[in-house]
């Protein structure tokens, strides 16, 4: 094969995935396999020629360059290479074909108990056995007893990450707390320890700033005893490892037990992690995977069920302007260019930065009411970047900026109107809002407006913007042409499965008179927190993603509505194991509502503003009131949809992880729900794990339920409880210690009957003492949050609300009993028809209260009406005026001329009397009086109106005649009576 014929495109540097190591010399080896079979099979690809190539053909070209048997890292770097080339022939338009989705790398769980570890975990275990026989001595050095704690913390509490170690010292100042019996720790790192309280709910959600530390029973109760005789106390700063070396020396150790250092007597403790705690667990204690903690507004909120404010502190912008996000506006993407080009007028070298400013902040008076949000974002950053007030995420160089400089960051500024609309970002999780920047990033590539690498500098600061000011998750925008590089600090919130539940009955989930936009709010709810599904997810489903009867499930997948986060992205997602029967039948009915539906097809969306729309309805007008009721429920206006989706992951886990055999002294109002409950966790694991009882693979059930690619993932961003599953392992039986009764009584100050009792115990024998605290203990570990916690708010009950449903839900029902042949009303085919019976039913259902009024002539009406022969004959004056009234109101007749038919009474002499009577009663109505019966029966005088006359007439026919009829007006009728 020549060694440089084949086409430029081959040409390319695969950056490869940080999990998989490859010599220089072994990938271009690789590399060069996949060109030779290329030019020995296929030379049209080899050299760059057009071609088209079918989906067996693409197919077996891979398996040509992937044989099965091939390595897996041979096989992902062939593949990338591959796919990659192919890629960008077709962007160059010389092939034709289906790409394949690139592979990924899923990192295999990691065996930690090896050959190796063998003699450190008996090492570990006599290490154990010697601390736990020498508690019954009580140090009376104040830096001993800290050495007890930190060692007992390190060893049993999982404590065996040493960046920690230092922060645990800190914090037994004043950052340790109870709620019933759970304490914990707050760990902070030496750079952020002393703080604005302000500033907490931002950087407690920073995994390198901050961890929260759940304590083991042991360790639990020396606290305890260390706060009752302590606290108070001063002690000299010193280092930790200075501590555990003052308390070593009260260990009857030997020199060759003894840890010499700091390093060996953390592989004690994590020896003792290793055999003690899952691997994942294990990992999590010494710092290897990392996974946010929840601030402590959320964490309470879950442990006690009540709300607790959220302080969230953001930066400031100097300005004179309120700045306002209008998320209303629906002005087209061109207005707001102009907008932005009036915004730009004054950003040159011409003006000094306070003039440029004045300019802006007028045009945001005179206009800022018909800005899109991020038009109203990117204002607001310019008068950030021309204000003198500097935070340190914007990466300033100087402040203010020169007005010219200003006007060059702004030039992203119509890349991000053109992509955003008038959607606002501050609704968008972290997934959606890297891809909008990198739809930006590549259509910059593209054109020649300028180096791209300027274009993601000013990108970056624009976000360090958003994260600063509004609060939206941290990302390093820098790293967007590349690997997204993980940031420590997560959008980390949750919602309890109760608080949910009250959520839905403030939606109004137990009402029976919801209108159509009411149900699909609900169903978007139950889809986000009890299937984990994003908004553009839910957004675009088809009545045929939702299958099967006794196991219903919902299918993610790409369609016509909507992309997914890559092309081979596609999941079921069993909604008959997640959903709570009530939740999964409100699923149900509305599915079957839009099935029945007219001109309803499989591919019609899940989601429809009107039953016969064939696009979903907008993101806005399914979530925004959702968004409201949210945040009012939990108090938080942190709160976003996404977080439904960061709950559900989290609940997965934990009712999987929870286990049975470990007793809670006392009920944490998150586990004690019904979805919590024994049968419905075993359930749940046996369903979704088939025969797998080792726990092997729990982890992995939430990355397959989410879409995600790692484990890691999941527990970065998503899981923001495993500080508390560490505790909660360690209250395990396993982990009990082998306590004399000397021990007990100098741990629990108890009698030596009581320590009989407690030593007799099942389970981990301290557990019961966790609780037996004095109420000047409870009272000084209360944490300060927990005096200002509320319930959750319900929904004020509404006042009698009249029975009268939405179009879509009458117009479903009235087809249901066309189908089931208890009505004879078939909804008419023609589309002017269709929109005429929706204009008169909304306008009679918002009549306000004069309503029922109408609704009760319209039942006269009803009888009144010949459907024959389309003929209205009415026999009472009083009765005519409301129909008359009726007919103006509702369907429109205000200014046309009514043509009206009186019918000659029986005797000559009371024609004229008559006639004059009713003339005079209707009077104020626009009508035409005819003389004629057309159609009316009866001897009394009367009058009659011919729908025909009144209405458009549809041709009919009937036992071979045919005959004129209001088919619209006809099925008003049956459809409000």
């Known amino acids: 094969m020549p060694q440089s014929d084949h086409h430029s495109l081959w040409n390319q540097n695969i950056s490869w995935d940080e999990a998989i190591e490859f010599k220089e010399n072994d990938v271009k080896e690789e590399l060069k396999t996949v060109l030779r079979i290329l030019h020995q099979n296929y030379p049209e690809l080899y050299f760059g020629k057009s071609a088209i190539l079918n989906d067996d053909a693409v197919k077996n070209l891979v398996l040509k360059v992937c044989p099965k048997r091939l390595n897996e890292d041979f096989r992902y770097c062939r593949l990338t290479y591959l796919i990659k080339g192919l890629s960008e022939g077709k962007k160059q338009g010389i092939w034709q074909l289906k790409i394949p989705p690139l592979p990924a790398v899923i990192r295999k769980e990691i065996n930690r108990i090896t050959p ?13 056995e010697v601390f736990t026989s020498n508690l019954k001595n009580i140090p009376t050095n104040k830096q001993q007893r800290i050495g007890q704690i930190l060692i007992s913390a390190s060893l049993f509490g999982g404590l065996n990450d040493p960046f920690w170690l230092e922060p645990f010292c800190a914090s037994l100042k004043s950052n340790i707390f109870l709620y019933k019996d759970i304490l914990w720790v707050d760990l902070w790192s030496d750079k952020h320890r002393y703080h604005e309280p302000e500033n907490r709910f931002l950087l407690q959600t920073n995994a390198k700033i901050y961890r929260r530390w759940v304590a083991d029973p042991l360790t639990q109760l020396l606290l305890y005893r260390w706060l009752k005789d302590h606290s108070n106390d001063t002690y000299r700063a010193s280092k930790a490892w200075d501590y555990i070396n003052d308390y070593l020396d009260c260990l009857d150790l030997p020199k060759s037990q003894r840890p010499k250092t700091k390093s060996d007597f953390f592989k004690l403790c994590q020896a003792y992690s290793s055999y003690s705690f899952p691997p994942f667990l294990a990992a999590y204690a010494e710092g290897k995977l990392i996974s946010s903690s929840l601030p402590d507004e959320i964490w309470l909120r879950l442990l006690t069920g009540k709300n607790a404010p959220v302080t969230q502190k953001l930066g400031r912008i100097k300005t004179n302007v309120k700045i306002t996000i209008n998320e209303s506006v629906k002005n087209d993407v061109q207005t707001q260019k102009k907008y932005l080009k009036k915004i730009r007028q004054k950003l040159t070298s011409e003006f000094t930065p306070d003039k440029a400013k004045r300019h802006i902040e007028k045009v945001l008076i005179d206009d800022g009411e018909l800005f ?20 340190k995420r914007e990466r300033r160089i100087t402040a203010p900026l020169a007005p010219s400089s200003v006007n060059e960051y702004l030039k992203i500024a119509k890349y991000l109107l053109a992509e955003c609309e008038e959607k606002d970002p501050q609704t968008w999780d972290a997934y959606e809002i890297w891809e909008l920047y990198k739809r930006i990033y590549f259509k910059v590539k593209k054109s020649s407006d300028g180096d791209p690498k300027e274009y993601l500098r000013n990108l970056d600061q624009f976000h360090g913007f958003l994260s600063r000011f509004y609060g939206i998750e941290d990302l390093d925008i820098r790293t967007l042409d590349k690997n997204p590089k993980r940031q420590a600090r997560v959008n980390a919130n949750l919602m309890s499965c109760s608080q949910f539940k009250i959520l839905l009955k403030r939606l109004g989930i137990q009402r029976k008179d919801l209108d159509r936009h009411e149900k699909m709010i609900i169903v978007a709810a139950i889809l986000g927190f009890r299937a984990g599904m994003r908004r553009n997810e839910i957004c675009g489903l088809q009545l045929k993603d939702i299958q099967g009867a006794n196991r219903y499930e919902v299918v993610v997948t790409k369609n016509n509505f909507r992309g997914l986060k890559s092309k081979a992205a596609r999941r079921r997602i069993p909604l008959y194991l997640l959903l709570p029967n009530d939740e999964l039948g409100f699923v149900r009915s509305w599915h079957e509502e839009r099935l029945y539906d007219p001109d309803s097809k499989q591919r019609s969306p899940l989601f429809a503003e009107d039953y016969s729309d064939e696009k979903p309805v907008s993101d806005a007008y399914l979530f925004d009131t959702l968004r409201t009721q949210l945040k009012e429920v939990t108090k938080d206006q942190s709160f976003r949809f996404h977080n439904l989706r960061h709950s559900f992951l989290t609940w997965l886990l934990m009712k999987q992880l929870i286990r049975q055999d470990i007793p809670q002294q006392s009920k944490i109002d998150f586990l004690d729900d019904p979805d919590f409950a024994v049968e419905n966790r075993r359930r749940l694991k046996d369903e979704i794990l088939k025969n797998e009882s080792s726990g092997r693979k729990t982890l992995y059930s939430g990355t397959i339920l989410t879409g995600h690619l790692s484990i890691e993932q999941d527990f970065h961003s998503y899981m923001h409880l495993t500080d508390f599953l560490l505790g909660h392992y360690s209250r395990h039986k396993c982990n009990n210690h082998d306590l004399d009764i000397d021990s007990i009584n100098a741990l629990i100050g108890c009698q030596d009957k009581r320590a009989h009792q407690i030593k007799n115990l099942a389970g981990n024998i301290l557990l019961t003492s966790l609780t037996r605290t004095s109420p000047e203990l409870r009272e000084r570990l209360a944490h300060p949050l927990l005096e200002k916690t509320t319930p959750v708010p319900l929904q004020k009950k509404e006042g ?29 085919a023609d589309a002017g028809e269709r929109e005429r019976v929706r204009i008169w039913y909304d306008t009679l259902n918002g009549a306000g209260k004069s309503r029922r009024k109408y609704l009760r002539i319209a039942k006269k009406l009803t009888k009144s009406y010949w459907s024959r022969g389309g003929v209205i004959t009415v026999k009472s004056v009083g009765v005519a005026q409301e129909i008359l009234d009726f007919l103006n109101e509702i369907c429109g007749l205000k200014n046309k001329s009514i043509p009206v038919y009186f019918k000659l009474a029986s005797s000559p002499n009371r024609h004229s009397k008559s006639s004059k009577n009713w003339k005079q009663a209707l009077n104020k109505f626009p009508i035409q009086w005819k003389q004629g019966s057309k159609g009316a029966k009866g001897n009394k005088s009367s009058i009659v109106f011919l729908t025909k006359e009144l209405f458009p007439q549809s041709s009919i026919e009937s036992k071979g005649k045919k005959y004129e009829k209001s088919l619209s007006f006809e099925y008003f009728l049956a459809l409000i009576v």
């Open 116 to 128: 190796l570890l063998g003699p450190i975990i008996d090492e570990s275990r006599g290490f154990s």
């Open 372 to 391: 899109a949000p991020m038009l109203t974002l990117i204002s607001a950053w310019a008068i950030q970047l021309l204000s003198d007030r500097e935070f």
């Open 800 to 828: 009698k609300r009249d029975a009268f449903p939405d179009f879509s839900d009458a117009l479903n029902l009235m087809q249901r009993q066309f189908l089931n042949g208890t009505s004879q009303h078939k909804f008419p």
